[in-house]
């Protein structure tokens, strides 16, 4: 039997859990296995009393690409078994961050896309640097970011999430600043890095007690109702993941060419 690789790597320095993920070759996706290493890094720093705050970041020019679907297929799974298995792990994730009574940091420097937006809404806080771009394309490919939407909804101004959630368009991070997703956006590495110190000296100043307490109220709205949501968006993904349009969808996009219905000039 092959040894397990290691797709999440985890440092604790000055208080605090840097969990990076390292799985490049596929973009960051929601494997089975990078999951369970991430589940394990931020249930082991929530466990540690020496962690003041987890920080969430990557290796590669992806983020988080979302679900490994191809992954989940190469393990015997049907369409639908793997699209059950990818909400199902969809919301036990975002739910993680959001319990964790430490802050979660997202520090991103590339793109973001499908599940990876669920990390990020799932996040305290998020920041980004200038080599990021993000876009939910799920509607072009007759689907909709359904379970990840109860976790963004949230966070992003009402037109920023009728424009972007409908047009699939790609933003920046200044942009993405403007849209309530992203804490701050940083112009360069160096600034990403002085940007997200800043917030861990004043984390590092806050008591385990004071943090748990306070992280418990801004979470309190997103956790109301949050195992009746994502279940009722899971099974609206079910549905759309079995439609006739979104098998034209992912066949197009598969095979580079425009979708039947898509009636732009470009």
């Not at 360069?188 to 890095?193: A, C, G, I, V, Y």
């Not at 549905?239 to 349009?245: C, H, L, P, V, Y």
Request: net charge negative.
């Amino acid at each position: 039997m092959s040894e397990e690789k290691t797709l999440v790597h985890t440092a604790v320095e000055a208080a605090v859990c840097t969990v990076t993920l390292d799985s490049p070759h596929n973009r960051n996706a929601l494997s089975s296995t990078l999951v369970r290493q991430l589940r394990e890094a931020i249930a082991a720093a929530g466990a540690d009393p020496a962690v003041r705050a987890v920080v969430v970041t990557h290796t590669g020019g992806t983020f988080c690409a979302g679900a490994d679907l191809a992954e989940a297929l190469s393990r015997g799974l049907t369409p639908e078994e793997a699209t059950a298995e990818v909400g199902s792990t969809m919301s036990a994730l975002m739910r993680s961050f959001i319990e964790l009574p430490k802050p979660v940091i997202v520090k991103i420097d590339g793109h973001v896309r499908a599940g990876g937006f669920g990390l990020v809404g799932a996040a305290d806080m998020a920041l980004a640097g200038p080599s990021s771009t993000f876009a939910l394309t799920e509607s072009r490919l007759g689907l909709a970011p359904s379970i990840i939407s109860v976790v963004l909804l949230p966070r992003m101004t009402a037109r920023a999430a009728g424009r972007y959630f409908l047009t699939g368009e790609t933003f920046g991070a200044a942009q993405a600043v403007t849209t309530g997703l992203l804490t701050a956006a940083a112009e360069s590495p160096q600034d990403l890095d002085q940007r997200l110190e800043e917030i861990l000296e004043g984390v590092r100043k806050a008591s385990p007690q004071g943090l748990a307490a306070s992280k418990k109220l801004t979470t309190a709205a997103l956790l109301d109702g949050f195992d009746e949501a994502t279940a009722a968006r899971a099974a609206e993904s079910m549905a759309a993941f079995a439609s006739e349009e979104a098998r034209e969808g992912m066949t197009a996009f598969l095979s580079k060419r425009k979708p039947s219905w898509d009636a732009s000039s470009s």
